[in-house]
Structures are given as C-alpha cells and as structure tokens.
C-alpha cells in the first residue's frame, strides 16, 4: 500500500515552480549575458558577453566637454551648450544612446527588469572612476508623483542607489521632486523640451545638498534639458556643485529644419 503525506506534496511542488518562475522573471543567472541571453563564461560585471560589447558605441572620442555627447565636429562644446546655460558641471554616459543600449534602457523602464541595474551601474560606476568625479553624495532624476505610481519604480532610482552602495557615497533620497507631470519628453525638440522642463522640479529638503558635491544619475541624457533643471533646483539648495553621470546618452544632432541647434529625438521617452 503506498502511504502519502497527510496533505500531498503536490501544493509545495506548484510553490516551488511559481517561486522559480518568479525569480526567473527578476532575476537572471550571472551567467548569461543580459543582452543575446546566452550562457557564457566571465561575463564580468557589465553582464555583456564580448560579442554584444563589441557592437556598442561607447560614448567616447569628440565629446561636448560639458554635457559629453558625442559629435560630429572637433568642436568643444555642443551649440546647446555654448549658448544656453548648463547648471551641472559636467555630464558623462558610459554608452551612446543606440542599439543595445536602448534595448537595455527600455527593459530597465519599460520591461520591469529592475535587475539591469545592478550591471548598469556597474559601468556606471567605472565611468565614474575613469573620469575621476569627486562628489560626495548621490541622488537621482526624479520621476512625477504619477508615473512612479504607473511604473512602480523610478529606473534612475535603482541606478543610483546601486552607484552610492559601491562607491559608499550617501544617498540622498526624496530631495527632489517632480512637481508637474509635463508628459512626454519625446518628440519634442530642443526649445520645447526646454520649455517643458522648466519650474519642473524642486527640492523639498532644504538642507539635504548644503555645501555638497552631487553626483546626479540618470538612465539616459538627450539634449541634456531635464539634468540641468534638476541641477539648477539643488544648486539653489546650496549644493557646491552637481555633476551628471547617465549610462547613455544620445549623439548631438544638428537640425537645420528646427534651428535651435537640436534636432528631433523620437528615441526617448522620458
Ligand atoms: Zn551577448
Ligand atoms: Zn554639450
């Protein structure tokens, strides 16, 4: 006669498979690189096999020195720079912001893979060591009331913290905030963005950047609009100085047809 447990173990198997399928969905092995998905060996930190590596732009070579997107001149600075103001010291992307890059992005945003941001930031994090930024606090690009509710998570959050546990730097959490949910950034070209992110932001904690060096994160920077406004809020709060670190960031484009030295970025939805 066969015996059985009192109450079966089929319920604790179902457990079992749904707890797995579960962590499958938030996690994935270290093993398998976060792109083509395939299993290789010493994937490092990035999480990226050699091969999906080697078909990034990395953001590097003729960048604007003061919001380091990438362009198509040896010039110094971008138009967008030289003739608007740019609260942030400077700013600085691991990767230009196409291919992979966006695919990683958009999963991190859009797909719920929350655990890109550990290998995001990882990079990040070496970006950050190679261009010897010296801040002492981290905080990130805030996302309205509204969308976080919608998305459940603000992606430039997770970043963020994952860069001020590795580098043991404070995090300065709920500081700023989206003070109006102005939509969509995407589409829009670079006066209206402008104009879009203007009084968009504010900081509610007053002492929280008092004679501090920043370090602002974000997921991507595109012409550089919403990282300055936000840079612009903490420097009143008495912050000594903001300095942006985003893991992508769009190549400056010239657009003869707007004229405002930006051309049109479909690309990004903010
Ligand atoms: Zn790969
Ligand atoms: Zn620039």
């Keep these: 006669m066969k015996k059985y447990a009192p109450y079966g173990t089929k319920p604790l198997q179902k457990a079992e498979i749904l707890l797995t399928r579960i962590a499958k969905t938030l996690f994935v092995d270290d093993c398998n690189c976060i792109i083509c998905g395939e299993e290789k060996f010493g994937l490092g930190r990035s999480g990226i096999c050699e091969e999906c590596k080697a078909k990034m732009t990395v953001n590097d070579g003729e960048i604007c020195k003061k919001c380091g997107r990438v362009l198509a001149n040896e010039a110094e600075y971008c138009n967008t720079c030289q003739n608007n103001d740019r609260y942030f010291g400077v700013a600085r992307s691991v990767y230009v912001y196409e291919g992979d890059a966006v695919k990683l992005v958009y999963g991190l945003k859009f797909g719920g893979k929350r655990y890109l941001a550990k290998y995001m930031a990882a990079e990040m994090i070496d970006k950050y060591l190679d261009e010897e930024f010296d801040c002492d606090c981290v905080t990130a690009v805030p996302l309205s009331a509204k969308r976080r509710r919608q998305r459940g998570y603000n992606q430039a959050d997770l970043l963020a913290r994952e860069i001020s546990r590795a580098l043991k730097l404070d995090y300065v959490d709920k500081a700023v905030v989206k003070t109006k949910d102005n939509g969509e950034q995407a589409k829009l070209g670079f006066a209206a963005r402008e104009e ?19 370090l602002l994160v974000d997921d991507v920077l595109t012409t550089g609009a919403t990282a300055s406004e936000v840079a612009k809020v903490i420097l009143k709060a008495k912050a000594e100085s903001v300095s942006v670190l985003t893991y992508a960031s769009t190549k400056y484009k010239v657009s003869s047809e707007t004229g405002d030295g930006e051309g049109k970025y479909e690309e990004q939805m903010v």
């Design 196 to 214: 879009n992110v203007k009084g968009a932001y504010a900081v509610t904690d007053k002492e929280a950047f008092k004679g501090r060096k920043v």
